[in-house]
């Protein structure tokens, strides 16, 4: 006899808000609490998010995850996404309550995949906007990465003061720019 399990996931990306209403509704669901997986204060894309990585490791096929919202799978669209396609490669059913979406029914798998569709475009189409940003820029004889920091005029003036003697980090300061800017210009 195979046991599946049904584990929760809840996610709160800020100081004001709090796991507990969403705890509340994963355990109304049936979700046993020590089977919920949390994360607080994710909001950056920068901050790891240990909570899902463990839910994400611990769930094997065949079990259900259920969430509050989709939109704690992740902090944008795409990143919801792939978690969500991450679940169906590895045949585990989603349940987002607020959404009413569940993945074991072919109307939840279809939402699923209009949502990954959607996630897949709007990459696309990001990619596509930096490509034609370049080739504008390119068109107009500017360089394709970002304009320079100062002009050529600052910048020699930026050596000039380097070559008295004055500390880098102290005319980066006085520049405006940061140490790495500084010493890049002094490099050319």
């Known amino acids: 006899m195979v046991v599946t399990a049904t584990l929760g996931y809840a996610r709160v ?39 899902l990585a463990a839910m994400l490791d611990y769930a ?18 795409a990143e919801v996404t792939r978690t969500i396609a991450v679940l169906d490669e590895r045949r585990i059913t989603l349940r987002a309550l607020r959404e009413g979406i569940d993945t074991a029914a072919p109307t939840g798998r279809a939402v699923a ?48 003061l380097a070559a008295t003697g004055e500390p880098v980090s102290d005319l980066a300061k006085a520049f405006g720019i940061g140490r790495a800017t500084a010493y890049r210009y002094l490099s050319q």
């Open 60 to 77: 094997r096929p065949g079990e259900t995850v259920v969430v509050c919202a989709t939109d704690r799978l992740g902090r944008s669209v």
């Open 113 to 160: 995949a209009i949502m990954a569709t959607l996630a897949e475009l709007e990459l696309e189409l990001g990619r596509e906007r930096r490509a034609a940003s370049r080739q504008s820029r390119r068109a107009r004889g500017m360089s394709a990465t970002k304009p320079p920091k100062l002009s050529a005029e600052r910048q020699q003036q930026l050596r000039r």
């Open 13 to 51: 990306s800020t100081i004001g808000q709090d796991l507990d209403t969403q705890l509340a509704a994963l355990s109304a669901t049936g979700v046993e609490p020590q089977r919920v997986f949390t994360d607080a204060l994710s909001g950056s894309a920068n901050t790891a998010r240990p909570g």
